[in-house]
């Protein structure tokens, strides 16, 4: 069931909703791959994990 207070259209997510863009989890986690993180592409979903 999609949890629609997490949007997301990484589709190669396993808990992608499929069918529409949400994330199927209750809660994620957001973390950092930069130092000092100043843009939205510094940030990643540390709940992703790769679909079948």
Sequence with gaps: ????????SVKQCEYHAQQVNYCTLGKIKVGTHEANPTMPECTDCMSFKRGQ
């Design 1 to 8: 069931m999609e949890n629609k207070n997490i949007e997301c």
